[in-house]
């Protein structure tokens, strides 16, 4: 028959149970404990930045690049032919108003003055003298014409003595047409002389005319080459600094040809490029920002060249602190041109967390997680971005490079 269990073997048997029961209760939460902790990954604390969320104004802006140029430089060209003799500033030093940089030759530009002043001088000459022939020929015309107009007379008297004579039977009617006819042809040959008188008048005066012209050709001539010859100088405008010389001394130089360039280093403005991409965002008079180092500069988009080339576009910027100590010429710089502004938006610094795209996924910092939140884009710059989604302000984003746990929904924070 069957024995009774003792009290003491059944108890020892539900401890036994128990024992197995809270074995595996411990057992499946180590495992799932395990299986979280696979599935959520662990992000250090220290290798992450974060941003608290605010509400502030932001500007929305398109990036260029540019370039620091003086806001003036002079290219200082050859105004003859010649040949470099003397360098007397060099590239990187200063320069004064009306300094002369460098002496170039000019034995030719002398000789082609000196002949200029000798013929302007034959042509005031020869000025001189028409004048003279041209008072002593007024005057012969005025006196043939005089002598003409008293024969004239004298015929015209004796016209009426042989008509009267006529009249009385003192000469015949042939005397009398003879008398008509001497009148007549005088009267003809002093309306001829008159005529004559006025022709050559106007001819002479026309021959003065071309006199006149000629000297004022050959002065402007003379004053040409006057001003060559003080170019020649190669004289600095204004107070600046060289950039460029050419100091081959003994090379010939054409006319037109730059010999030096002379600028002014207490000005600048920058020479940007940007992608054609945003060609209708960028206007003459658009504000700009220069980033230069750790300064931010203002301007605004001066002018905007029409062409493009090789898909970028090419415009000047004019910086409002455009003697800043920090510019130096030929500093490259980043350029950022607004292109809208919004007031009251909820924003983040920017970060490698911001990839470009609209829509993307940011994560918030809750205690030791990180949780996931799907989020629009709106506005940005170099400086924030604009966070459109369920963050609110005061919240605690990772700006850090978050790509590869884009698929995530929560992260762990481990304290260090």
Known sequence: ????????????????IYTRVAAGVVILIALSILF??????????SRISTCRAEIGPIE?????????????????TSPIPSQIEEIYVKAGESVNENQPILRLNKEFIQITLNRLKDELELQKNKRTRFDSDLLRAESELQA?????????????NDLEREKHLFDIGGSTKSSVARAELSVEISRKELH????????????????????????????????????????????????????WVNDRIGSTVNAGEIIARVADLRSFQIDATISEVHAARLTPGAVVRIRLNDQSLGGHVESVKPSVKEGVMSFMVSLDDSG???????????????????DSVLRVANGPFYSGLRDQTVFVIDGNKAK???????????????????IRPGDEVIVSDMRKYQNMTRLSIQRD
Do not use: C
Request: aromatic share 4%; glycine share 4%.
């Open 1 to 16: 028959m069957d024995r009774e269990i003792s009290p003491e073997v059944t108890r020892k048997r539900k401890i036994k």
């Open 36 to 45: 979280r902790s696979l599935l959520t990954p662990t992000i250090s604390r």
């Open 60 to 76: 929305a802006t398109v990036t260029a690049s540019g370039i620091v140029i003086p806001a003036f430089e002079q290219a200082i």
């Open 144 to 156: 043939q014409y005089d002598i003409k107009e008293l024969q004239t007379r004298y015929l015209e």
């Open 192 to 243: 001829q002389l008159a005529s004559k008188i006025v022709s050559q008048k106007a001819s002479l005066k026309a021959d003065s005319r071309e006199l006149d012209l000629q000297i004022r050709i050959q002065e402007n001539r003379l004053e040409e080459v006057s001003r060559q010859m003080d170019l020649a100088d190669a004289k600095s405008d204004r107070n600046g600094v060289i950039t």
């Open 324 to 342: 800043n100590r920090s510019l130096r010429p030929n500093l490259r710089t980043d350029v950022f041109v607004v292109t809208g502004s919004r």
């Open 372 to 390: 996931a939140h799907k989020v629009d884009i709106g506005a940005s710059n170099i400086d924030w971005v604009e966070l459109l989604g369920d």
